[in-house]
């Protein structure tokens, strides 16, 4: 029902900073609760950070806030994720992920729509 459509990827050095975006297509991009996941290398699909229809609400990875904010533009159909003080352990695949519903739990079994996800590399 909705495409997701990542971009913004790209090498970085540690500490610096990069700025994902994330366009969504056929659909009402205001009904879905938007949130930003990421894979490295051998890992799992790890939570990165949410953000509510409206945009008001946002939860992040413990492990990630205060170096991560969510965003997004509805006017435009497009979530970002701003990412500051990179590290190389941020070297990942970065996926945005759209759900229907929202029950505050965040899994990757409880989004409904993903995009082809866009790479991220940080150099020490």
Known sequence: QVQLV????????????????????????????????????????????????????????????GRFTISRDNAKSTVYLEMNSLKPEDTAVYYCAARVRYYSTYTVSDYDYWGQGTQVTVSS
């Open 6 to 65: 990542e971009s913004g990827g790209g090498l970085v050095q540690a500490g610096g900073s990069l700025r994902l975006s994330c366009a969504a297509s056929g659909g009402t991009f205001s009904s879905y609760v938007m949130g930003w996941f990421r894979q490295a290398p051998g890992k799992g699909r790890e939570f990165v950070a949410h953000i509510s229809r409206s945009g008001g609400d946002t939860y992040y990875a413990s492990s990630l806030k």
